[in-house]
Each structure stands twice: as structure tokens, then as C-alpha cells.
């Protein structure tokens, strides 16, 4: 019975984090990269050993006939996915080339095709 409470009591008692996103992602440099800044907003809660993935919703194509069908996740290869500790604020930097979902995007494409998938910022 000590046990099962004691489990439990860890269980219910864990900090929760709370990671805030900037409202606008910057594409900048030779070759682009894209950047978003993520911050932890409750410093009173150490994030040891964290690790993050960066996903795009993008119209999927079939690879056979060329056809869009919809949209999918599609995972974007960060330039660091992995932090120690994230006790300041951390920019997520993709590089965008010839095989990135983002590749061949103009801003007037992604003005066009935007569509909002997280709310936050700081």
C-alpha cells in the first residue's frame, strides 16, 4: 500500500513545463534557414535532457502519379534536436535545401498557403 501511494504521489505531484513559440519564424542566409525561438516560461522548472522535432504540414504527394491528396506532417531535420539542459531560450534552426519540404517556397507561396498550427508566443 506504501508503495502504490508513493507511485502514485510522484505520478500526480511531476512539474509540468510550459514551452512558449515566437509568433513569427524567420528564413534568413545562404543557404535559408529557418528559425523559430522556443523558450521554457516556467524557469522554476529545470528541463534536463531535452530533445524537440519541428514538423511542417504540407500537401502530400503521391509518389507514382504526381498527385497532391491532402495534407500530412512532414518532420523537418534540425540543425540541433537535442539540449542538456534548456534553461534559456533556444532558437531551432532547419536548413532548407534541395531536399527539405520547405524547398522552392517563395513568401508570397507561403503567405498564400499558411496556416496556423500553434499559438503561443512571448
Known amino acids: 500500500m506504501t508503495m502504490g501511494s508513493g507511485l502514485l504521489f510522484v505520478r500526480v505531484s511531476r512539474p509540468k513545463s510550459h514551452i512558449q513559440f515566437a509568433r513569427v519564424a524567420i528564413v534568413a542566409g545562404t543557404p535559408p534557414v529557418l528559425s523559430v525561438r522556443v523558450v521554457n516560461a516556467r524557469p522554476s522548472v529545470r528541463?534536463?535532457?531535452t530533445s524537440v522535432r519541428l514538423s511542417v504540414l504540407a500537401e502530400a504527394q503521391d509518389s507514382?502519379?504526381?498527385d497532391f491528396h491532402g495534407k500530412a506532417l512532414v518532420r523537418l531535420k534540425l540543425v540541433r534536436e537535442w539540449s542538456a539542459s534548456f534553461a534559456f531560450p533556444w532558437t531551432l534552426r532547419h536548413v532548407i535545401t534541395e531536399d527539405s519540404p520547405l524547398a522552392g517556397l517563395?513568401?508570397?507561396?507561403?503567405?498564400?498557403?499558411?496556416e496556423p498550427s500553434a499559438r503561443g508566443g512571448w
Do not use: G, S
Not at 106 to 113: F, I, L
Open 47 to 49: 528541463l534536463l535532457d
Open 64 to 66: 507514382r502519379t504526381a
Open 106 to 114: 517563395t513568401p508570397e507561396n507561403v503567405k498564400r498557403r499558411a
